[in-house]
């Protein structure tokens, strides 16, 4: 295995940490694999440990080269930590020979704030305010498709503010709107993997629900999985990522993950 930290973006001190399968001479030595860059979840003031190399190490038992990308929080605010991600897609589509990666199955993934990190990309890589930061096409950062685990996504009626104020500071009533991700989804975003809770008490489903809507909207492939039982930040669902004793186990989500695969494999 590849395993390093490495610094994607000049400009700030995240780091990207890589859980990479090396091609191996008893095998395929030429095989290139869908990659999956983990942005974990804290309400963007922390970032979660159980959403990040518990996850990447889930996604490397079906395929998939993993990264965790460590960005920046409060009191940073918008758009570094959007800059960072785009600047860690565009890294490893650059060097995806060295990671044995396929440069056209890069999918984001992110959990609850991380979530929007990850849906930011994929509605805003397009724009220009990413181009003024980074050397090269936007084309070099757009993700082929988003994971996003019980996302917070709309900052409006169904919004988890906490997260919404720690990431712009004091814009907040001037840019909550626009980062209202659902009303900012286009025919130029990728297919798209959603899961949540019907129980979550601290980011609603409906956040997951409003997204959806305008994926259909724009014809554009999309999977969603309402779970009826759990409430927020369940991870894998299991006994390895919970925290506060039976807090965050939950049968009836852990198999997300390989629904999560076979939609990569039949969709992207």
Known sequence: MIHEVIQPFSKSEATLTTYVIDNSEEMEQDRLRPVIIICPGGGYEFLSDREAEPIAI????????????????????????????????????????????????????????GGHLAASLGVFWQEDFLKETLSGANHEWRPNGLLLSYPVLS?????????????LGNRYDEQ????????QVSRNTPPTFLWHTLEDGLVPAENSLLFAKQLR???????LHIFPRGGH????????????????????????????????????
């Open 155 to 167: 900052s409006g009626e169904f919004a988890h503010e906490g997260s919404f104020r720690a990431l």
């Open 217 to 223: 909207k724009f014809d554009i492939p999309y999977e």
């Open 176 to 183: 909550k709107a626009q980062l209202s991700l659902e009303k």
């Open 58 to 113: 889930k996604m490397m038992s079906f395929g998939f080269q993993a990264f965790v990308l460590h960005y920046s929080i409060k009191p940073h605010v918008y758009p570094l930590a959007l800059q960072e991600l785009a600047a860690s897609v565009q890294l490893i589509r650059q060097n995806h020979s060295q990671w044995h990666v396929d440069p056209e199955k890069i999918i984001v993934a992110g959990f609850s704030a």
């Open 233 to 268: 930040g369940l991870s894998l669902g299991t006994k390895e990522t919970a925290s506060g004793g039976e807090h965050a186990i939950e049968d009836s989500v852990v198999r997300w993950p390989e629904l999560f695969a076979d939609w990569v494999r039949f969709n992207i």
